[in-house]
């Protein structure tokens, strides 16, 4: 795995901490209801934030499963990331914004790409 590859990993893993930092630790935030196209009213609801609290530990998790990759068992990194892509391709279609498999996949695909070279 190149330098390049392993670093856009480590940054794959970044982005689903900071994705459980909003939607856990930060659900009620305005941040929070931008990042995810909600009303500030919407995040404000306690089924919503019961919803995001538990996404987001989905998140962390998929964080924690690529360092576990990239630490001790690369062969995991690769299906983390088809993993990650194609959520987001099923959270573009269903939403109707393919925004958002660039910005939930963009760096999974691009460091499946450069996995491959």
Do not use: H, W
């Not at 299906?79 to 099923?90: F, G, K, Q, S």
């Not at 279609?93 to 450069?114: E, I, N, R």
Request: aromatic content about 12%.
């Amino acid at each position: 795995m190149s330098e390049l590859t392993t670093v856009l990993n480590v940054l794959v893993a970044i982005e689903f901490f900071y994705i459980f930092y909003r939607e856990t630790i930060e659900p009620k935030s305005e941040k929070t209801a931008t990042l995810f196209s909600l009303s500030k009213e919407d995040v404000q609801v306690e089924k919503v934030q019961l919803l995001l609290k538990n996404q987001g530990v989905y998140n962390a998790l998929i964080g924690f499963g690529m360092l576990y990759g990239l630490l001790f068992q690369k062969s995991l990194v690769t299906p983390i990331l088809i993993y990650i892509v194609l959520v987001a391709l099923y959270g573009g279609y269903s939403s109707g914004k393919a925004s958002l498999f660039f910005k939930q996949a963009g760096l999974a695909v691009m460091a499946l790409l450069l996995g491959m070279i």
